[in-house]
């Protein structure tokens, strides 16, 4: 069958990069392909032209394959809105709300729109490369498995596994995992692949052979630390850097909420050499020479503006207002400025109310469907177009409406703005990646734009590591295992 799957040793291993990067390299060669993830768990998600939601690594994935995203490519996105609780997202539409438990008992019935989806994408294209989620070592979780050897064997399609040896320990994790693997489901892996490795490859040489001999596992390339991959969008929170372009003349900071959702937002930002962009994590205070401060979005409104005031973040915020500072709140963090954020059905958690930052005179209801949808229209205090997509629950009033962020096509208004200006609250994601909204947006803060286009540097960056990914590893070899 015309398909491969990269599964890993371990959860942020670099099987993402890898996948995008087989899928541009496959482009190159004049194959159709496209990208699958049976499962996956991210707060950072994307909007499909078909209306639905789908992971934002898999988005970037179909970039790589030259095609527009699409719910079938992930048909299965779990999003934690707690430590123990997550939203299930089934083909791109909000199914259940579930605790880990509960989850365990609703997922069987997965195992058939996820190969409903795969199906269709192998009708329609010369390869799919699927990625697997975690690691099949967590042999606890094999039983209804549909993200990794459950899936491989229901779907017939080869593995191929990828170590990380920059995190140390690559010989254990590769010929552990074929340790613990049953043997039907370690006859389906038919190589491995060493991922991140710095400096000279010839020196692991003899643990190269050491995995082959241990494993009786193929190997298929040492494939170096690619660094220019900090320029493409990151999934996972755990990437998120601390600061960018530190020689930045203007200082943007976002907040690292605790269930932080959408966080790519701040890329395009981060690429422009005269901001410094960077994080503030938790038991940090908000820096005082920040000119604009960002709300991100959050998969729990309530639950973060809770985990925001023990950082002593909302006196920080007020202070900072009162300096003349900027602040914008995209999505969650919109509703956080409001006067109240107010979910008497408990979708995002228990019922009830909790009091916003008062920096905007809105509140918010949780409430109604979810809103899916790529925007158009026209960015208020510039006059320049914007685009962008929402996805979230709530509907958002109150007389600072009146000064809306934009106004979209075929809707009107949307977002709010503070009677000084210097308060701004929307629904957009992906506004920044426009480059002219943000070189306008960049200029109304008396700030000069000096980026390169951000779509064509994520292009030219995916580029960038098929060629690194054709240099190194025997990408003949992996396609054979496909076909």
């Not at 605790?258 to 908000?286: C, H, K, Q, T, Y």
């Not at 729990?300 to 300096?323: C, K, N």
């Not at 540097?457 to 396609?479: F, K, Q, S, Y």
Request: with cysteine.
């Amino acid at each position: 069958m015309p398909a491969l799957m990269i599964q890993g040793t371990g959860s942020n291993v670099g099987k993402s990069l890898l996948v995008a990067g087989l899928c541009r390299a496959a482009r190159a060669r004049g194959l159709s392909v496209a990208p699958f993830k049976p499962q996956n768990m991210s707060n950072n998600a994307a909007v499909t032209a078909d209306g639905g939601e789908i992971g934002r690594a898999q988005a970037l994935q179909a970039l790589a394959s030259g095609l527009a995203p699409r719910v079938d490519m992930n048909p299965v996105l779990l999003k934690p809105e707690t430590d123990i609780g997550a939203q299930v997202v089934v083909q791109g539409r909000r199914v259940a709300t579930c605790r880990a438990r509960d989850y365990a008992v609703l997922k069987p019935s997965l195992m058939a729109p996820v190969l409903e989806s795969f199906r269709r994408l192998m009708a329609e294209t010369d390869l799919v490369i699927v990625e697997g989620a975690g690691s099949p070592a967590e042999v606890n979780l094999r039983a209804n498995d549909i993200a990794n050897m459950g899936f491989a064997a229901a779907a017939e399609v080869p593995v191929v596994l990828a170590g990380d040896i920059d995190r140390g320990g690559v010989i254990a994790q590769i010929v552990g995992t074929k340790a613990v693997l049953d043997p039907e489901d370690a006859a389906r892996v038919r190589g491995f692949i060493i991922n991140r490795f710095r400096g000279d490859p010839s020196l692991f040489d003899d643990g190269y052979r050491i995995i082959e001999a241990r494993t009786g596992w193929r190997g298929f390339g040492v494939l170096p630390y690619f660094a220019e991959a900090a320029r493409l969008p990151a999934e996972d929170a755990l990437d998120l850097p601390r600061a960018t372009n530190a020689e930045g003349r203007t200082r943007i900071v976002c907040l690292a909420l605790s269930r932080i959702a959408n966080f790519d937002d701040l890329d395009p930002l981060a690429a422009e050499p005269s901001l410094s962009v960077g994080m503030v994590r938790p038991g940090e205070p908000i820096p005082g020479d920040a000119a604009v401060v960002i709300l991100p979005g959050t998969k729990s409104t309530r639950g973060d503006l809770a985990f925001l005031r023990a950082q002593g973040w909302d006196i920080d915020l007020l202070a900072h207002h009162r300096r003349g500072g900027h602040v914008l709140g995209i999505c969650g963090g919109y509703q956080m400025l409001g006067r109240n954020v107010a979910d008497p059905e408990g979708i995002e958690g228990p019922p009830g109310e909790t009091p916003g930052l008062g920096l905007l005179d809105v509140t918010t209801v949780m409430a109604g469907d979810k809103t899916l949808r790529e925007v158009r229209g026209r960015h208020v205090a510039t006059g320049r177009p914007i685009r962008g997509y929402e996805i979230h629950i709530g509907r958002t009033e109150g007389p600072d409406r009146a000064r809306p962020f934009a106004s979209v096509e075929g809707e009107g208004p949307e977002g709010a703005t503070s009677a000084d200006g210097r308060v701004s609250g929307s629904y957009l994601h992906g506004m920044f990646a426009d480059d002219a909204f943000r070189a306008a947006w960049l200029e109304g803060l008396g700030v000069t734009p000096g980026g390169q286009g951000y779509g064509a540097g994520i292009e030219r960056t995916l580029d960038a590591l098929a060629a690194h990914v054709e240099r190194h590893l025997d990408v003949d070899g992996l396609l054979s295992l496909a076909r």
